[in-house]
């Protein structure tokens, strides 16, 4: 295994508990585009932005409070012109760790390198989902002003597509 891999780390005042059940609550901090479950070994789930993402994971591994993995079965990123399925057979792969009073979280996209066409997108996109979007939903348990305004965006896009039909 390279070292290159996607990677980014946050540090909360909450316990390994809180941060691995924030995490398992992939509407709070992801994405609304969810179906499926995402809490337990086997659990499938898919990510869908129409027209912009779809994913399917599976969650691989799964060890309360410590770890979770995720196998991307399935994927495609429509703004991808060589391969749009570039995230399929990737893991993201979410391992906490107690750390005095804190807990870290580190984050890695393992396939997820500089060599992929999605890359500086999806290192834009993964900073910002981890580091903001998960970071304040662990911290608060809300939803961050990013993610609703996303959602915002993504339902006056579908509307207008809807209206233009």
């Known amino acids: 295994m390279t070292n290159n891999h996607f990677r980014t780390t946050i540090e909360v005042a909450k316990s390994p508990e809180d941060v ?3 995490i398992c609550h992939v509407t709070g901090w992801w994405s609304k ?3 499926g479950s995402s809490r337990n070994p086997d659990d499938v789930f898919i990510i869908h932005h129409p027209n912009q993402h779809y994913s399917k994971q599976k969650l691989v591994e799964v060890i309360p409070n410590k770890k979770i993995a995720w196998l991307v079965t399935e994927s495609t990123l429509y703004w991808l012109q060589r391969d749009k399925h570039e995230w399929t057979d990737t893991k993201m792969i979410f391992e ?3 750390r005095g009073d804190k807990t870290l979280l580190h984050f890695t996209h393992e396939g997820l390198v500089p ?3 999605c890359y500086a997108m999806c ?3 993964w900073t910002l989902v981890i580091k903001n979007q998960l ?3 662990i911290t608060y348990g809300t939803e961050s002003p990013e993610m609703i ?3 915002e965006i993504r339902n006056q896009m579908l509307a207008d597509n809807s209206k233009s039909k």
């Open 115 to 117: 060599g992929k066409e």
């Open 123 to 125: 290192e834009k996109g």
């Open 149 to 151: 305004r996303a959602a």
């Open 33 to 35: 585009d969810f179906e």
């Open 96 to 98: 906490i760790t107690a």
């Open 135 to 137: 970071l304040h939903f």
């Open 20 to 22: 691995f059940n924030a």
